[in-house]
């Protein structure tokens, strides 16, 4: 399994930005597909976005649409999520999530369709 590490999580003020990053170990990092999910307290773990394995398919939950931008770097082993126009429903800690399998990216909105995690980062959106 790939081991991942987060970053770039912290408080923002509504309205601004943060940068998510997800550095992943392993030298078959293009094989995967990749995904971002966020915990609020008391909450399930909820999907955000997702990106195939190439980079060419992406795929968002609708209340992030237009303000999250899910991207990778093959070569850098890196996934990232560009977030903007924070909101304060937007506070969670923010989970990077890995899974070779090459399905449909709108078939891995659930949890358990990812085998591998991170420790997850912190977002907190203040007003």
């Known amino acids: 399994q790939v081991q991942l590490v987060e970053s770039g999580g912290g408080l923002v003020q509504a309205g601004g930005s943060l940068r998510l990053s997800c550095a992943a170990s392993g030298r078959i990092f293009s094989s995967y597909t990749m995904g971002w999910f966020r915990q609020a307290p008391g909450k399930e773990r909820d999907f955000v976005a997702a990106i195939s394995w190439n980079g060419g398919s992406t795929y968002y939950l609708d209340s992030v649409k237009g303000r999250f931008t899910i991207s990778r770097d093959n070569a850098k082993n890196t996934v990232y999520l560009q977030m903007d126009s924070l909101k304060l429903e937007d506070t969670a800690i923010y989970y990077c999530?890995?899974?070779?399998?090459?399905?449909?990216?709108?078939?891995?909105?659930?949890?358990?369709?990812?085998?591998?995690w991170g420790q997850g980062t912190q977002v907190t959106v203040s007003s």
């Open positions: 999530a890995a899974d070779r399998g090459r399905y449909p990216i709108a078939t891995m909105l659930n949890p358990d369709r990812f085998a591998s």
